[in-house]
């Protein structure tokens, strides 16, 4: 995670896992994490990396798919 950290909170928000959460502001990671890199996908500022593997690298989504749709369909399932 980088120092940008988003207020929009879509990463918290798609996680699966739960695994995000916020602590004054800042990320705390729940050690949950599955690895499905969704997080790493929504951030509009890239501010979560894996590692050294994607840092630089572009983030992929479905050009007809947007954040917001994917928002929507993640709080309808939980
Ligand atoms: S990679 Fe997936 S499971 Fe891991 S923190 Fe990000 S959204 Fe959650």
């Known amino acids: 995670m980088h120092d940008i950290w988003n207020p929009w909170h879509g ?3 798609i996680c699966p896992r739960d695994n995000i959460k916020r ?3 800042q990320p705390v990671w729940q050690h949950k994490c599955v ?3 969704g997080c790493l996908h929504i951030c509009p ?3 979560i990396d894996y590692g050294d593997i994607t840092k630089g690298r572009k983030r992929y989504r479905h050009k007809e798919v947007k954040a917001a ?3 929507r369909g993640i709080s309808a399932e939980k």
Request: aromatic content about 0%; hydrophobic content about 25%; overall charge negative.
């Open 11 to 13: 990463c918290e928000k």
């Open 23 to 25: 602590s004054n502001g």
């Open 35 to 37: 690895e499905c890199l």
């Open 45 to 47: 500022d890239k501010a």
């Open 69 to 71: 749709d994917l928002l």
